[in-house]
């Protein structure tokens, strides 16, 4: 252990009494982003490989588990935790000629195991147990892709959380694999076309696997049998380095599709190719990349079904005639938001969502409604998909207190029947969600989630935890959580607000928070803690704010604004450093949504509030429990290392709370297996509770 950490950390029983950290290094470091000098304190702890920060990571992570594990009442939480999780649980089945794929978990399985079986009343098959191909379970089966005769798979696998997939190639006769091992694939499916399929990855990365930026997105064909060595190279651009690249495959196999989107310029559409079975060269449908994006839904005589936003911020579906290379209506943009679009059994289903609740309606292809799907009540549905011969498709409904059901949709009746129930031990009637609509601070109302157990009472002493994200087009609907059902029987209450920078409302809420505009999203956030705390869900002293990922960001920029707005904060996998993001791996694609320092206006928008940069010194902060992990390469742990150092080093001294980070092991940007997703969660209500002055009982 080197000398310049200090491992001992003094746990009081008190919650008034302050943590000794790990003393972390400075450097003097400096950048110029247009003329304004930026101090880099902590910078080598962007250094994955080195020894110095694995040093680091471990003197952090004793001061945390040691913390953590004082915790009287933390083993009954993981015990809560897996007894409420533990119940089968499995997703809808997908055909593919005389056989139903699906996948179960048993309860407390690490990973979700693979089955196929003749017809709906067939014996189970086991195709593949991913629990089996490492010893921690942390090997994660990521795409299983069946050829159109279902004779080959394509199965995808990630080691230890991380983006990279490595494929191979399923026999699905005899359930073996072949010798194909294909490397480097990132931002891929894998779509069939004859005896191959299509995908995406990047050149083998110089320096640290896990951080090194990712550039150079290529497009490759891989023959059944063949060494990746003799992949057919179909597309890449080696002047637009940082662009995404990916072919997909209509149904019928007659057309390729190529998307090229340009995300590293701020740009948030995508360009769009075809050519026909045995063409070489892509004809555009649209050649430009620019803030519309394009997506087939399927071909039809004489062209293309398109789901676009172009003049549609709700989205609308457009058959594009390739004859004439003109565009038609088909479904018209509508009030409410476009969130999905599929045909099966020669219909097309749509999926609207009002006021972030899930429609469905049917429509024949020449784009005539006939009928909407009934859903059990107000909550999100998906699925729908299948091929043009199917007689019925399967989809899931759930909420926060309903959990993941699996329906039959039968076409020719049009009549919806359970075909899965989960069995769960705790009765759906006992807990209620409302849903609220909340001012923010410039007089946009917002909607929010509230679940709890019934019989509530409004007194402000109610453990709470607020949840947000806001960004990227990504709209929270109403989902069941098993760990979450514990601590509402503990009296918690749960609320889920929908920010500006989601999807909620079409591209227009999106856009009201994004780049110049991120601060609505954290003004939303703050108006939703203000809403909780005056309607008395609860109060500051009572309150904890959770996101994740864009949603760390929120969590770190908000108690940096309003660091008296709760007790407790988990800013979880965040991006903390708003001007280096763009450095690491696929970093750059934020910019679409985000902006970039290399832009002097946008400069000013993230220096005003980049978590790492607006730490406020001598201040007394929320208690803190910082969270990622060592294989997180989508948002790289340096982001959250560099954020616990500054958060320590300015509010140490003058914070009550404990300010800690918490760093898995063989794990990425959401947990790699289940023990690993349980033992967090459990973490972060003990560290909520102990916080809170609050017993688990």
Request: hydrophobic share 35%.
């Amino acid at each position: 252990m080197s000398k310049s950490f200090l491992v001992l950390a003094l746990l009081s029983a008190t919650a008034s009494a302050q943590m000794i950290y790990p003393t972390t290094r400075k450097v003097d470091h400096v950048d110029e982003y247009h003329g304004t000098k930026v101090t880099d304190t902590y910078r080598w702890l962007e250094d994955d490989r080195s020894a110095e920060t694995g040093a680091w990571v471990k003197a952090q992570n004793e001061v945390t588990f040691a913390y953590l594990n004082k915790i009287p009442f933390k083993g009954k939480i993981f015990s809560d935790l897996e007894k409420a999780y533990n119940y089968p649980k499995y997703s809808a089945p997908r055909k593919k000629g005389e056989y139903f794929y699906f996948y179960k978990n048993d309860g407390l399985q690490n990973q979700s195991v693979l089955y196929r079986q003749k017809g709906l009343n067939g014996t189970p098959e086991l195709v593949m147990d991913p629990n089996k191909l490492s010893a921690d379970g942390t090997t994660r089966l990521t795409v299983f892709n069946l050829s159109k005769n279902g004779n080959y798979a394509v199965c995808g696998f990630s080691k230890g959380g991380s983006d990279w997939q490595e494929y191979q190639i399923m026999d699905m006769k005899t359930l073996q694999m072949l010798s194909d091992k294909i490397e480097w694939v990132k931002v891929s499916g894998a779509s069939w076309q004859g005896d191959g399929f299509y995908y995406s990855r990047y050149p083998k990365p110089e320096g640290s696997a896990l951080a090194a930026k990712n550039e150079n997105h290529q497009v490759f064909y891989h023959k059944v049998g063949t060494a990746q060595a003799a992949d057919e190279l179909v597309y890449e651009d080696k002047v637009n380095l940082q662009r995404f690249h990916g072919v997909y495959v209509s149904e019928d196999e007659q057309f390729a599709f190529l998307n090229l989107s340009d995300r590293g310029k701020g740009k948030d559409g995508n360009a769009l190719f075809y050519r026909a079975k045995g063409q070489k060269e892509f004809t555009p449908i649209v050649s430009e990349i620019t803030n519309f994006s394009y997506s087939v839904v399927d071909n039809v005589a004489g062209g293309f079904l398109i789901n676009t936003n172009e003049n549609a911020p709700n989205e609308k579906v457009m058959l594009y005639e390739t004859a004439t290379k003109t565009w038609k209506p088909f479904l018209p943009e509508k009030p409410e938001p476009l969130t999905g679009v599929g045909t099966a059994g020669g219909k097309l289903f749509a999926l609207y969502s009002k006021d972030v609740t899930t429609r469905v309606y049917v429509y024949n292809m020449k784009g005539q409604l006939e009928n909407e799907v009934p859903l059990p009540g107000l909550g999100s549905a998906g699925g729908f998909g299948g091929e043009d011969d199917d007689k019925f498709v399967f989809y899931t409904y759930t909420s926060f207190n309903y959990p993941p059901t699996i329906f039959r949709y039968d076409i020719a009746t049009k009549k919806s029947t359970v075909f899965r129930e989960p069995e769960v031990s705790f009765k759906p009637t006992d807990y209620e969600t409302k849903q609220v609509f909340y001012t923010s601070k410039d007089g946009t109302k917002v909607p929010m989630f509230i679940t709890y157990k019934k019989g509530l009472k409004l007194d402000g002493t109610n453990p709470t935890v607020l949840y947000g994200y806001g960004g990227f087009n990504i709209s929270l609907t109403p989902s069941f959580s098993p760990t979450r059902m514990p601590f509402l029987d503990q009296g918690g209450v749960y609320a889920q607000a929908n920010l500006r920078g989601g999807s909620e409302y079409g591209e227009e809420w999106h856009k009201q928070g994004m780049k110049l505009k991120k601060q609505n999203v954290f003004d939303d956030f703050i108006a939703a803690a203000e809403f909780l705390i005056k309607e008395k869900y609860t109060s500051s002293a009572r309150l904890a704010l959770q996101g994740g990922s864009n949603g760390g960001l929120l969590v770190g920029a908000v108690i940096n604004q309003r660091p008296d707005l709760c007790k407790v904060a988990f800013p979880a996998v965040g991006v903390m450093d708003m001007l280096r993001f763009h450095k690491f791996t696929i970093g750059w694609n934020w910019i679409a949504d985000y902006g970039s320092s290399d832009n002097a206006e946008e400069f000013k928008a993230l220096y005003a509030y980049s978590p790492l940069h607006n730490i406020k010194t001598g201040v007394n902060y929320p208690a803190t429990l910082v969270t990622t992990a060592d294989h997180d390469d989508r948002v790289v742990p340096a982001h959250s290392f560099k954020y616990a150092a500054e958060l320590q080093e300015k509010a140490g001294k003058s914070s009550t709370n404990p300010l800690l980070i918490r760093v898995d092991v063989n794990s990425g940007h959401g947990a790699s297996n289940t023990k690993k997703a349980l033992e967090t969660t459990a973490d972060t209500y003990a560290f909520m509770f102990q916080n809170m002055g609050l017993t688990w009982k």
